[in-house]
């Protein structure tokens, strides 16, 4: 093959990619608008958006021409038989979702265990998807998994190096689940995922600096975005929020000796103090919204506190647009959230805080899930026709 054809295959496949990545994050959109947003002209547009349709990627439908001036453009909207699967493991759960081209949780099951090791979580896993392959999914296009995991991962190698609450320790979760389901998979911390989901999809869209923070059963993770991209650190291990100090008023307020932010804003804490020893975000905020008593009100007061405290020192250091917390701690922000968000800007220095958001996850349980598919995504958005 000459250079010149050589060139032009891999121009056009830079182009579908291109193409499919922005129907895909940002939603259907009009080839017209494609056009504009490429710099393409309309004759490479039409071929680009037809390939992809011949792929089964994409689809066409016309606009409803009731609300349009002229000829109406196509509008080109992501397949929803392209799915990807996302999964995350956790100390109570195993939670399994199908999400499609777009983003959208086609399917998700919570699978209750107590601390699984990898091997639970890889049959839980599997079973599941095998399940929905002969079954919901049966006519779908499964594209690969991704795996939203509470710890510290390798971005060299997708090892979990340390999920201290699972007690896994280099862990290998990637090679299981693939010989189990003949998928690609691509393993992640469950807070940068999280960060990435809302980043795309979520509360996060319109910003380029952000700073997330997930509170689930293990913990309390994060994810920071700057300039519009995840940052990971030198081995991937970077946003792990609830290993920081925490700031408490005086030494009655510590949780534990030398505890650290997860130990002092703690879900387990906020359950035992309305006398429950199980329950969801969803539950948890029902329970925490309907007059608990005094001894949860002092701890949500607490807890709060502590938290706001954190986020004025990521406001001070890191000076975000935007701040989003999902889990837990968007239930702690939600019971007042005016109030708490006045306290973050009373926490930091007036400049840093000049035009900052704060807000909880827009895309609620499902931000772990549709982060690791996101993920998994990847190498069919890099390369649509591979």
Do not use: K
Request: charged share 20%; glycine share 12%.
């Amino acid at each position: 093959m000459n250079a010149r054809v050589t060139t032009a295959e891999g121009l056009r496949r830079t182009n579908l990619a291109e193409v499919l990545r922005l129907v895909h994050h940002g939603g259907p959109r009009s080839r017209a608008a494609i056009t504009a947003l490429t710099g393409l002209n309309r004759s490479t547009v039409s071929d680009l958006v037809s390939r992809l349709v011949a792929a089964g990627l994409v689809e066409e439908q016309l606009p409803d021409p009731t609300r349009r001036v002229g000829r109406p453009s196509p509008i080109v909207t992501p397949s929803a038989d392209v799915v990807a699967i996302g999964i995350n493991p956790e100390i109570d759960a195993v939670e399994i979702g199908a999400v499609s081209l777009g983003g959208a949780v086609r399917l998700r099951e919570r699978i209750e265990a107590d601390a699984p090791d990898v091997d639970a979580a890889v049959a839980i896993a599997a079973s599941v998807v095998q399940r929905w392959r002969d079954d919901a999914l049966g006519g779908c296009r499964i594209v690969g998994i991704g795996v939203a995991v509470p710890g510290l991962v390798s971005a060299d190698h997708g090892l979990v190096r340390l999920a201290p609450h699972l007690e896994w320790r280099d862990a290998d979760i990637a090679a299981p689940l693939r010989a189990a389901l003949g998928l690609p998979v691509v393993v992640g911390n469950d807070a940068s995922l999280g960060a990435r989901a809302e980043r795309l999809f979520g509360a996060a869209r319109e910003h380029e600096d952000v700073v997330y923070l997930n509170g689930g059963a293990s913990g309390i993770g994060g994810g920071l975005i700057l300039h519009g991209a995840l940052i990971g650190g030198a081995g991937g291990y970077a946003g792990e929020w609830g290993q920081t100090g925490a700031t408490v008023a005086d030494a009655e307020d510590r949780a534990a000796p030398g505890g650290v932010l997860e130990d002092e804003v703690n879900r387990g804490r906020l359950l035992r103090s309305v006398g429950v020893t199980a329950a969801d975000d969803a539950a948890l905020s029902a329970v925490l919204g309907s007059s608990p008593g005094p001894e949860a009100g002092e701890e949500v007061a607490r807890q709060r506190r502590i938290l706001a405290a954190t986020l004025g020192n990521a406001v001070n250091v890191l000076n975000p647009s935007m701040i989003v917390l999902g889990g837990f701690l968007a239930v702690l922000r939600d019971i007042d959230a005016a109030e708490f968000d006045d306290e973050v800007r009373r926490r930091s220095l007036g400049p840093a805080a000049e035009g900052l958001v704060l807000a909880s996850a827009a895309l609620g349980a499902d931000r772990l899930l549709i982060g690791a598919a996101d993920a998994a995504f990847d190498l069919l958005l890099a390369d649509p026709l591979a």
